[in-house]
């Protein structure tokens, strides 16, 4: 069966500091994969996604960056973290685009 | 760009009550999605609708995909404590294209 992981679960980190997080599928192959980001425990919003290796379209231009060195890899990065960029980062991944993601559990990023 | 435009915002009912939401555009989808997130955690899907007029229940779950395309509800009866989360829709116009969210539903349950 196919699982995802996502850590480090929570993450506080000072201004300007750097950032990586990663996310990890299991049990697939060239999935769909997907970062989101979830402020103040409302809404989704997508900031990046990958339908193969080294492909990476944002959605919104921002602080972050995201790449996929593997298949089944996918990592959100930050050179220098802003206040701005505190939520709950949320990772996912699909067979087909758009269709039935399922979520990793979700990084809380505080900067502070 | 597309939107789902979700309703309400936040719910306050006590344990045993029906609960009724729902999520509206001015675009056709032909895919409706509903996910649960608990706190703390990633959303999980609850339900999927793939034809207009389709009504499919998970447990106490039901969802509906409206006639004319461009809205879905969920219902959840005889509410629990666990049934506390945000509930979100999600639609997808085509094959191909990427889901949109609504901005969720946030319930909350007194036992």
């Known amino acids: 069966s196919q699982t995802i992981h996502q850590w480090p679960a929570t993450l506080v980190q000072p201004v300007g500091s750097p950032l990586s997080l990663e996310c990890t599928v299991e049990?697939?192959?060239?999935?769909?994969l997907y970062w989101y980001r979830q402020a103040a425990g409302r809404g989704l919003q997508l900031l990046f996604y990958?339908?193969?290796?080294?492909?990476i379209s944002s959605e919104v231009p921002q602080n972050l960056s995201a790449s996929r060195p593997q298949d089944r890899q996918f990592i959100l990065s930050s050179k220098k973290l802003l206040l701005s960029d505190s939520g709950f980062y949320l990772c996912?991944?699909?067979?087909?685009?758009?269709?039935?993601?399922?979520f990793g559990s979700g990084t809380r990023l505080t900067v502070v | 760009g597309q939107q789902l435009n979700q309703s309400p915002q936040s719910m306050f009912i006590q344990e045993g009550e029906d609960v009724s939401m729902n999520c509206t555009s001015s675009?056709?989808?032909?895919?409706w999605l509903w996910y649960k997130q608990d706190p703390g955690e990633g959303p999980v899907l609850l339900i999927a609708?793939?034809?207009?007029?389709e009504l499919t229940s998970n447990g106490r779950l039901t969802a509906q995909f409206g006639i004319t395309r461009k809205d879905s509800f969920l219902n959840i009866s005889a509410s629990i404590p666990s049934d506390v989360g945000i509930y979100f829709c999600?639609?997808?116009?085509?094959?191909?294209?990427?889901?949109?969210f609504g901005g969720g539903t946030r319930l909350m349950v007194k036992p």
């Open positions: 675009s056709i989808f032909n895919t």
């Open positions: 049990g697939t192959s060239n999935p769909n």
């Open positions: 996912a991944w699909s067979e087909t685009v758009g269709y039935g993601y399922t």
């Open positions: 999600a639609g997808r116009r085509n094959a191909g294209n990427m889901l949109t």
């Open positions: 609708l793939y034809k207009a007029g």
């Open positions: 990958s339908v193969g290796i080294g492909q």
